[in-house]
């Protein structure tokens, strides 16, 4: 599926990695459960792990400096923990990495996932990027603090959106 | 964007600048291209719901419902005066203030909601988050900045808080709602312990605010009253540590049940102590410095409401005084429907909008704009919906009471009976809503008329009456000294009873007396149990005292007395 990064679809390079699969070269997404496997496989590529929404951001704290990828997962448009979870990899344990996320997810909620960290977004197929692009410049100030420390707007806790 | 000049301040409220305006204008544009989407199929109607409930409109049994947010219940004379213009253009001539002090407008079409959300724009409003699983409407205390046992005005924190959780991009899709009060004043008007989160200010060093914070109460299908979280908790920290709480929530709230979704369950399901300790562990790791709420910015906020310049009206004491011996009814009606005021020759005005056999909560476009010249002449152009569903002038000259209520008395808007039995809560119960088993508006009319007669109700004295249409709760029957229930027996639509509810500082929850009855045995059973009250009482006992003394037993024999 589509792969939606700073605002433009990019080539996925990640390889999902299931349960009781082999571990392939290459950049690899991993079950949190397989996490000490993928921290062994030392110089044959990138590590991600897949995070379900009911597990803890705190569980990756330690292998964190060793991860480019924390993928996080929306059940429903309406499940919102995907959003702490990714906010908490960001303020909390100060994860520079990519924050995907994947599932379902709306156009609407873009803004706010940006704002909670996310940096990677994988959409369905035949996305239009420009519908996604639109829901990003429909608002251009928001009333408090992210993790993305936008432009004070100058009153308050006023932020710029825009650049 | 630069900063427009400051525009003239309406008292009470938080002026918008250009800034906030944008924003608004913004977020219709947003709307109308989400309900072209929903009309073109690009969205599916699972996929809308939220996004319109997040603007307010709610599906009800017969058509939509906008339910416009009135963040702490403050109202221009020129707001009301648009909400005047919706209610006839749009609606079918009136509108309803809720227990949110919000007010509904019942019969809307989809096509319209973006332009009349356009309108509200124009005049510094929205319906944005009055509906959702989200942070709600901020509710306050009804006398706010008025009230003669205030130590803090409390709105200026609660328009921080409105901007802080306006399109929160982290808990925009909670669990379920999430409704925050916050009271400035010794005495609990805003039912803190019947809240998500509760907050009590007092003030601190350097006349700095201090909250007490309460935690996981409410109503609903599990009535719970709120807990103390936090005692302490400075006015600096008040952003960081409702961001530590939200998360908390966002994270480990029930989300396979919705009727377990709401944070009181959690608070239950982990134990104060264990989601105390959560709190603070999130409060310990985040970036305290990004949500520190600096003294510049309370002030800066602080600075776009502009307060009352009162004059020298201490004369008007004697006044009053005359003119109360002089006229008995109207001597009732400031005796029921003011409030004292810090400043000498000066009270609040509660305006009833429960006539005898009138629904609660409803007024008329014609009502609204003399309410907004009344306003306008009395009160410094300044309104409040309370969230018994009446609506307060903070703050009139007591030498201008008597022509006051003359012209609301000629109005329908004259009814002496705040705080009285008459002075009924009621949802709006299954006339318009999907949800309820009974209708809660047809029982409040009879219960109205009932005990209409003034003296009778002076007689009663401080009762509340509550009537929710279903378990939802919404008319916080629970929380009623009195409440009513509606239920679904057998089809038929009937009502349980509750007694010894009550929502202040000492909150209690009412419990079922019995079995359910119909609509017109339920009115004969309160009017016993108030029989039963009026003869047991002790001197100077309220019923709920009585109530609280004798426990639910000889209340009970009297409901279900058979004649």
New interface residues.
């Given amino acids: 599926m589509p792969l939606l990064e700073n605002g433009q679809i990019v080539q996925d390079g990640w390889t999902l990695v299931e349960d009781g699969q082999p571990l392939p070269d290459g950049d690899i997404l991993l079950p949190l459960s397989r996490l000490s496997e993928g921290l062994g496989r030392n110089g044959k590529g990138r590590l991600g792990i897949v995070l379900k929404p009911d597990e803890r951001v705190s569980d990756l704290k330690e292998a964190l400096p060793r991860l480019d990828l924390v993928s996080l997962n929306f059940p429903i448009f309406r499940d919102g923990r995907a959003f702490t979870q990714a906010r908490s990899l960001r303020e909390h344990l100060h994860f520079t990495g990519a924050v995907r996320v994947t599932g379902h997810f709306l156009p609407d909620q873009y803004e706010f996932l940006l704002r909670c960290g996310v940096s990677q977004l994988v959409i369905p197929e035949q996305s239009d990027p420009a519908v996604w692009q639109q829901a990003h410049e429909r608002i251009t100030v928001a009333y408090q603090p992210s993790v993305l420390n936008e432009r004070p707007e100058g009153f308050a806790f006023r932020r710029f959106l825009t650049p | 964007?630069p900063?427009s000049p400051q525009p003239p301040a309406d008292v009470g409220r938080y002026a918008y600048?250009a800034?906030d305006r944008?924003?608004l204008k913004?977020?219709v544009?947003?709307f109308r291209?989400?309900v072209q989407r929903r009309i073109s199929g690009a969205?599916s109607e699972d996929?809308f719901k939220?996004?319109r409930l997040m603007n307010g409109l709610y599906l009800q049994l017969h058509a939509y419902m906008l339910r416009v947010a009135i963040p702490y219940g403050i109202v221009s004379a020129n707001q009301m005066r648009t909400l005047a213009h919706i209610a006839r253009r749009y609606d079918r001539d009136y509108g309803h203030f809720t227990t949110r002090q919000n007010i509904q407008f019942n019969w809307i079409r989809l096509e319209d909601a973006p332009d009349i959300l356009n309108i509200l724009a124009d005049a510094e409003m929205h319906a944005i988050q009055t509906s959702g699983?989200c942070i709600r409407n901020v509710t306050s205390d009804q006398f706010a900045g008025a009230a003669r046992d205030e130590v803090l005005d409390p709105r200026v924190h609660a328009e921080?808080l409105r901007?802080?959780?306006?399109?929160?991009?982290?808990?925009?899709?909670?669990p379920r709602k999430f409704k925050i009060a916050i009271s400035g004043s010794v005495q609990d008007r805003v039912a803190a312990r019947f809240h998500d989160i509760g907050l009590l200010a007092r003030k601190g060093e350097n006349g700095r605010a201090v909250f007490e914070v309460y935690v996981g109460g409410g109503l609903g299908r599990t009535p719970v009253i709120g807990v103390k979280l936090r005692d302490d908790l400075p006015e600096e920290d008040l952003?960081a540590y409702l961001e530590a709480v939200l998360?908390v929530y966002?994270?480990y709230g029930r989300?396979d049940n919705i009727y377990k979704a709401r944070i009181k369950i959690l608070v239950q399901a982990l134990g104060l102590g264990a989601f105390r300790d959560e709190v603070n562990a999130e409060f310990m790791?985040?970036?305290r410095s990004?949500?520190r709420l600096q003294p510049e910015?309370v002030a800066?906020?602080r600075a776009r409401f502009a307060t009352p310049v009162f004059e020298d009206a201490s004369a008007g004491t004697a006044q009053l005084a005359a003119q109360t011996k002089a006229d008995p009814a109207f001597a009732t009606w400031v005796g029921t429907n003011t409030h004292p005021h810090q400043q000498d020759g000066y009270c609040s005005v509660t305006i009833s909008c429960k006539p005898a056999g009138g629904i609660p909560g409803d007024v008329t476009s014609a009502q609204m704009d003399l309410l907004a010249d009344l306003a306008d002449q009395y009160s410094f152009g300044e309104l409040r919906i309370t969230h018994l569903q009446n609506v307060v002038l903070g703050h009139v000259r007591k030498d201008n009471l008597f022509a006051l209520w003359q012209v609301l008395s000629a109005n329908g808007l004259g009814t002496a009976n705040i705080g009285m039995i008459t002075d009924i809560i009621a949802c709006p119960g299954l006339d318009y809503c999907a949800l309820a088993n009974a209708r809660s508006i047809p029982i409040a009319q009879k219960l109205s008329q009932r005990f209409s007669n003034a003296a009778l109700q002076q007689e009663i004295g401080a009762l509340r009456l509550n009537i929710s249409g279903c378990i939802n709760a919404c008319g916080h029957h629970h929380a009623g000294h009195i409440g009513i229930l509606g239920v679904d027996k057998r089809g038929e639509e009937a009502f349980q009873i509750t007694l010894g509810g009550n929502s202040g500082e000492d909150a209690s929850i009412g419990q079922i007396i019995g079995s359910a009855m119909s609509e017109d045995e339920t009115v004969d059973a309160i009017a016993r149990i108030v029989d039963t009250y009026l003869v047991q009482r002790k001197p100077g006992e309220r019923f709920i005292e009585t109530c609280r003394r004798l426990g639910a037993a000889p209340f009970k024999d009297a409901a279900y007395a058979t004649a």
Avoid at chain 2, 163 to 174: I, K, N, R
């Fill in positions: 964007m900063h600048d800034v944008t924003f913004q977020r544009e947003q291209d989400q969205l996929e939220p996004l699983n921080i901007q802080w959780s306006t399109l929160h991009p982290e808990f925009t899709f909670l952003i998360r966002n994270a989300r790791a985040m970036d990004r949500y910015v800066a906020i």
